[in-house]
């Protein structure tokens, strides 16, 4: 177990694994670098990654990077949309402080008109901001921002809940290189996160699937016992 630990270890920590493992949901949807085609869309909704509100740091420092990556992107979008709304959408879970509060000083750091933005800040999860966007926007569609890997999921959840998602991915980890340094010869902890990340998007995944499995195995079982009528 031990040997077999040190190999895996090895394996992840070189670039080839990890990249093709994590390009593999960072390219299910293209960027969205040409907006023109979607002038009447009114909400743009960026979905938040991770914060820690410290008060003694900038609102942009109290964004984790992908956080911070998510939300740039949503405002680049905002500014070539001048009549939509931006959506901050996170709430409460191991922060006294919501994401979205944090994003909101962020933004308006960065030069967003405040009555421009729409807080949502009662999310827990993925799954909790399908559902209260759903509630913001209606049977609108929307542009969603969120990370290039997280976007499968993501747009798994929203179109369930209803809506009308128009992927808009970023944070992009694996990137094509024009030249290779001599960091690519040697394991890294980054090429460890970004193992992780599809590990833990793929369980999500998983859990999706295997949630909606259940319930309509129980829903079979319990109809051929039961049918309607007897």
Not at 123 to 138: P, Y
Request: contains cysteine; aromatic residues 8%.
């Amino acid at each position: 177990m031990v040997c077999l630990g040190f190999v895996l270890l090895a394996l992840f920590s070189y670039g080839p694994i990890p990249d093709i493992a994590l390009r593999s949901l960072e390219c299910r949807y293209a960027p969205l670098i040409d907006v023109s085609q979607f002038s009447d869309i009114r909400w743009v909704v960026v979905l938040g990654g991770g914060h820690d509100s410290d008060p003694e740091l900038p609102a942009t420092s109290q964004l984790s990077e992908s956080s911070l990556s998510r939300l740039v992107e949503g405002i680049r979008i905002h500014r070539l949309l001048p009549e939509s709304r931006l959506v901050l959408s996170g709430g409460t879970v191991f922060d006294p402080v919501s994401e979205a509060e944090v994003m909101a000083r962020a933004a308006e750091a960065m030069g967003v008109d405040g009555d421009r933005l729409v807080l949502e800040k009662l999310s827990r999860d993925t799954g909790d901001q399908a559902r209260f966007i759903h509630e913001i926007v209606g049977d609108e569609g929307f542009i969603l921002v969120t990370s290039a890997s997280h976007m499968p999921r993501s747009m798994a959840l929203f179109r369930k809940s209803g809506t009308r998602p128009i992927p808009a991915p970023t944070d992009y980890r694996v990137k094509k290189r024009q030249g290779t340094g001599p960091g690519a010869f040697f394991p890294s902890a980054d090429n460890l996160r970004k193992m992780e990340m599809t590990v833990h998007e793929y369980l999500g995944l998983l859990i999706g699937k295997g949630v909606r499995l259940s319930l309509w195995s129980l829903n079979a079982v319990y109809s051929s016992r039961f049918p309607v009528g007897k």
